[in-house]
Nanobody, 121 residues
Framework: QVQLVESGGGLVQPGGSLRLSCAAS????????MRWYRQAPGKQRGLVAA???????NYVDSVKGRFTISRDNAKNTVYLQMNSLKPEDTAVYYC???????????????WGQGTQVTVSS
């Protein structure tokens, strides 16, 4: 099966930066849209950013101008560059991808295990 593994989380001060990575591995034919979600304690999981296979992007309003999503298709990896971090960005960040695997004609929805981002001074 497909595995998505996030990395790059940690503790940063307000105004600092982090770069998250999510690498997909396993039995993969095609990866379409890749996304970053986040979930803070006691809150619902919400979409942060998305990027299509062609490089089109969209962002939740609260991170526009601060976060940048990108991908390296050769490495099956999606990134989230987070600048000007705020305490309200503190959450577990999850990678999500639409992946077509051998033996199926449809895209499946796959999730990583999450990586913790804490913004605090």
């Amino acid at each position: 099966q497909v595995q998505l593994v996030e990395s790059g989380g940690g503790l940063v001060q307000p105004g600092g930066s982090l770069r998250l990575s999510c690498a997909a591995s396993g039995s993969i034919r095609v990866i379409a849209t890749m996304r970053w979600y986040r979930q803070a304690p006691g809150k619902q999981r919400g979409l942060v950013a998305a990027i299509t296979s062609g490089g089109n992007t969209n962002y939740v309003d609260s991170v526009k101008g601060r976060f940048t999503i990108s991908r390296d298709n050769a490495k099956n990896t999606v990134y989230l560059q987070m600048n000007s971090l705020k305490p309200e960005d503190t959450a577990v960040y999850y990678c999500n991808a639409d992946v077509r695997v051998p033996g199926t004609v449809r895209y499946g929805d796959y999730w990583g295990q999450g990586t913790q981002v804490t913004v605090s001074s």
